[in-house]
């Protein structure tokens, strides 16, 4: 019988095996294809004066 180890304690290859068993699959999805493309990441100039430029 093993003896117990705690997961800190824990060799490198031990922790990336433990990992992996954990680790499930995506079943084929494309995680990265399912990001929102959102308006805050364009960096939009706004008008210093913007009351100057309605009139």
Known sequence: M???VS???MRKKDKKKVDSSKRGSWNGVDPA???VD???RRYRRKPKHP???EE
């Open 51 to 53: 009351k100057s430029y």
């Open 7 to 9: 997961y800190d304690k």
């Open 33 to 35: 294809t399912k990001v």
């Open 38 to 40: 959102t308006d805050k």
């Open 2 to 4: 093993d003896k117990f």
